[in-house]
């Protein structure tokens, strides 16, 4: 029986393909390779391979210390940026009068915690933004301990003092005070790496640092004198309440706000009077890349010029500052008029017991 034509063209590629093959096998030696004997031939091949997996694993290298490189540069740069906004933020602290120390609910002895953790940047692993932070030290994560040092930390009105567990005093540096009620503001003075230090407190006991994330517990009574001085906001978190809100009012803007005042936290001296307040979005708002639902500010009023101050500013990722505080900082501290209507002018009076 005669094959069909398409199986006899079939047959002839494959046998053409196995006979070209065969060729390419039983190729004449080259030049270089005659009078070597195959052990030797074997030998330069394994060489070859061994020389090629030596390029390859530098490659590799060279790689990763690019990336090293690039992760360290990021480091440093993003170092480099937080220390000029720490300078801004510290002369916008000290042109603000100094926390008497009465009123500062920051003295006495603290127990430190630790430092808490830096965010690595984008797209570089753990290992190695654990690397870098590792080298960078004191910027990075250590941080809190050179803020707070690592166990017992005492307040005083003019610094700060390391205890140890034998009860040593160690001064760690001198230190001046701003802010006041559930925010201090520690201003170093001199020979410190860190040029402010804002500490936001979970009631009377426990306070923690802004950004940073050093958390604080009280290990001994607060400083003589400054109990009985405490402020309205720190009384109310000592007794164990959380702030009583009163609304104020509510907005479309934003998608939808409520304006609440917390009346137990106004505070007078002369013309001034100070509040706070909080701002609570009906929907999610993000600020600098970070998402939260309810600000808290700290406000200042001028009631014989009917004028208002921001002093301070702290985001929660939750409704009426609940879920953590996702961002803080100091206000602009301008001085603008309260104007005749609205949000502003409603603080205003409530602040300056006009209505």
């Keep these: 029986m005669k094959a069909s034509p398409i199986a006899s063209i079939v047959g002839g590629a494959a046998l053409a393909l196995a006979a070209h093959a065969a060729l390419a096998q039983a190729r004449p030696p080259t030049t270089e390779q005659i009078g070597k004997d195959p052990g030797a031939l074997r030998q330069e091949a394994e060489q070859k391979r061994a020389l090629e997996q030596s390029q390859q694993q530098q490659r590799s290298?060279?790689?990763?210390?690019?990336?090293?490189?690039?992760?360290?540069r990021q480091q440093q740069s993003r170092a480099s940026a937080d220390s000029a906004q720490g300078e801004a933020v510290r002369r916008t602290w000290q042109q603000r009068p100094p926390l008497a120390p009465e009123h500062n609910p920051l003295l006495g002895r603290w127990e430190s915690l630790g430092p808490g953790a830096r965010p690595g940047a984008p797209g570089v692993s753990p290992e190695m933004a654990q690397l870098a932070n590792a080298l960078l030290g004191g910027v990075t994560s250590g941080l809190c301990d050179t803020m707070l040092g690592r166990g017992g930390v005492e307040f005083r009105p003019t610094g700060v003092v390391a205890i140890g567990r034998d009860g040593r005093e160690r001064p760690m540096y001198r230190a001046e005070y701003r802010g006041g009620g559930s925010r201090v503001v520690v201003l170093p003075q001199g020979g410190t790496s860190f040029t402010h230090m804002i500490i936001d407190f979970q009631g009377a006991d426990r306070a923690s640092v802004a950004v940073v994330g050093c958390t604080l517990t009280r290990s001994g009574p607060p400083a003589a004198g400054q109990a009985a001085h405490s402020e309205p906001a720190l009384a109310t978190a000592r007794a164990g309440a959380a702030p009583q809100w009163t609304l104020l009012g509510t907005s479309s803007g934003n998608g939808g706000m409520d304006m609440y005042v917390e009346v137990a936290s106004i505070r007078r001296s002369g013309d001034k009077a100070r509040l706070f307040d909080l701002v609570d979005f009906r929907t999610r708002q993000t600020v600098d890349g970070k998402t939260l639902l309810s600000v808290r500010n700290d406000l200042e009023f001028d009631c014989a010029n009917a004028r208002q101050r921001m002093l301070a500013s702290t985001g929660y990722?939750?409704?009426?500052?609940?879920?953590?505080?996702?961002?803080?900082?100091?206000?602009?501290?301008?001085?603008?008029?309260?104007?005749?209507?609205?949000?502003?002018?409603?603080?205003?009076?409530?602040?300056?017991?006009?209505?």
């Excluded at 290298?61 to 360290?72: H, K, P, S």
């Excluded at 996702?326 to 409603?346: H, M, R």
């Design 61 to 72: 290298q060279a790689e990763a210390d690019q990336q090293w490189n690039d992760t360290l």
């Design 317 to 355: 990722a939750g409704h009426m500052g609940s879920g953590g505080i996702v961002a803080s900082g100091p206000g602009d501290a301008i001085w603008q008029s309260v104007g005749k209507s609205g949000p502003s002018f409603e603080y205003w009076q409530v602040a300056c017991k006009r209505r």
